[in-house]
């Protein structure tokens, strides 16, 4: 059995490739038996989970894996889930938010914790000639909102992932707008990391780089093929509309690519460049030239895809 734990509370349209790999036998042709797991944190994160070998592969945040590096146990990032950041600010058409910096004198709920992205927030508002200060910035603890608020008049928007949170409400999904802090370049990073421990990676080079060939395979049939997609995502979300299925799928797919249309490729540099701004904003447990040290020694590598 090959264990992977995803990166949220629950399954969603993100993992459509991981789900299209199994249903279509890609996994299976490669001797792999692969389950999926999600959950909360009360045994920690995701991270934490794969440095103690409860998982064999893990979707894993930027901080999370220089936070687990040294001996056999270090984790490796082998591809990148998406090629870009899922945050954002969510809104409706008609609010009168079209940009960052139209949220001075408006209600924006915040999730309480999400202090990187309060830090994105004050940044993208700064870059739009805006003022933090003068946003209603309302913590909703450790709830993520999602359009429900709007729709119900708790906020005029709210920040969360811009692929997911925007479509859960109950009126036409074309009334959702959404404004990224990549839409201003504002620290620019992969949303999450495909890992595993090295001594998992030394022992099972090859399983690896089968998995990540299949996984590829997965998103590109996702992207392509939107029934099929569709078909192996229904299950896992037996909750959620086909509508709404197919409207996330619309705006995740093309995050899964690069230029050349290649899933999971990682840009040392880009990594690199991240890690510096969130070393400056105090956000790693972790030095930055510890980190650096560790990118070198390979805590970051596409040797195992199979561009």
């Given at each position: 059995m090959?264990?992977?734990?995803f990166e949220y509370?629950?399954?969603?349209?993100?993992?459509?490739?991981?789900?299209?790999?199994?249903?279509n036998g890609?996994y299976a042709r490669?001797h792999m038996?692969v389950e999926?797991?999600?959950?909360?944190s009360?045994?920690?994160s995701?991270?934490?989970?794969?440095?103690?070998?409860e998982?064999?592969?893990a979707?894993?945040?930027h901080?999370d894996?220089?936070s687990?590096?040294?001996g056999?146990t270090?984790?490796?990032?082998?591809?990148a889930?998406n090629?870009c950041q899922v945050g954002?600010v969510?809104?409706?058409?008609?609010?009168?938010?079209t940009?960052f910096r139209?949220l001075e004198g408006?209600?924006?709920?915040?999730?309480a914790a999400?202090?990187r992205?309060?830090?994105?927030?004050?940044?993208?508002m700064?870059a739009?000639?805006?003022?933090?200060e003068?946003?209603?910035?309302?913590s909703?603890?450790?709830w993520?909102?999602?359009f429900r608020?709007?729709?119900?008049?708790?906020?005029?928007?709210f920040?969360?992932?811009?692929w997911w949170?925007?479509?859960?409400?109950?009126?036409?999904?074309?009334?959702v707008?959404t404004?990224?802090?990549?839409s201003?370049?504002?620290?620019?990073h992969?949303?999450y990391y495909v890992c595993v421990?090295r001594?998992f990676?030394?022992r099972?080079?090859?399983?690896v780089r089968?998995?990540?060939?299949d996984?590829?395979?997965g998103?590109?049939?996702a992207?392509d093929d939107?029934?099929a997609a569709?078909?192996a995502?229904?299950?896992?979300?037996?909750n959620?509309?086909?509508?709404?299925?197919n409207?996330t799928?619309?705006v995740?797919?093309p995050?899964?690519?690069?230029a050349?249309?290649?899933?999971?490729?990682?840009?040392?540099?880009f990594v690199?460049?991240y890690?510096?701004?969130m070393?400056?904003?105090?956000?790693m447990?972790?030095?930055?030239?510890?980190?650096?040290?560790?990118i070198?020694a390979g805590?970051v590598?596409?040797?195992?895809?199979?561009w």
């Amino acid at each position: 059995m090959l264990n992977i734990r995803f990166e949220y509370i629950h399954s969603w349209t993100n993992h459509a490739g991981f789900y299209l790999a199994r249903a279509n036998g890609d996994y299976a042709r490669h001797h792999m038996d692969v389950e999926f797991h999600n959950g909360d944190s009360f045994r920690g994160s995701p991270a934490a989970l794969l440095s103690r070998g409860e998982c064999d592969v893990a979707l894993v945040r930027h901080k999370d894996l220089f936070s687990h590096q040294g001996g056999e146990t270090g984790l490796v990032a082998v591809a990148a889930l998406n090629q870009c950041q899922v945050g954002g600010v969510v809104t409706k058409s008609g609010s009168g938010i079209t940009r960052f910096r139209d949220l001075e004198g408006r209600t924006l709920g915040f999730p309480a914790a999400a202090y990187r992205l309060f830090a994105e927030l004050k940044e993208a508002m700064g870059a739009d000639g805006g003022d933090i200060e003068k946003v209603n910035v309302v913590s909703t603890g450790g709830w993520e909102p999602d359009f429900r608020s709007i729709e119900n008049g708790m906020f005029d928007a709210f920040v969360n992932v811009v692929w997911w949170e925007p479509f859960q409400g109950s009126g036409p999904l074309d009334q959702v707008v959404t404004i990224p802090f990549d839409s201003l370049n504002i620290a620019p990073h992969y949303s999450y990391y495909v890992c595993v421990r090295r001594e998992f990676l030394d022992r099972n080079t090859q399983l690896v780089r089968d998995f990540l060939a299949d996984t590829a395979a997965g998103y590109r049939m996702a992207a392509d093929d939107r029934a099929a997609a569709m078909a192996a995502l229904q299950d896992p979300l037996a909750n959620v509309s086909p509508a709404v299925l197919n409207k996330t799928l619309d705006v995740v797919s093309p995050t899964w690519f690069d230029a050349a249309g290649h899933w999971g490729p990682l840009d040392v540099d880009f990594v690199r460049r991240y890690n510096h701004w969130m070393t400056e904003q105090g956000f790693m447990t972790v030095p930055e030239e510890e980190s650096l040290v560790a990118i070198e020694a390979g805590a970051v590598t596409n040797a195992y895809l199979p561009w």
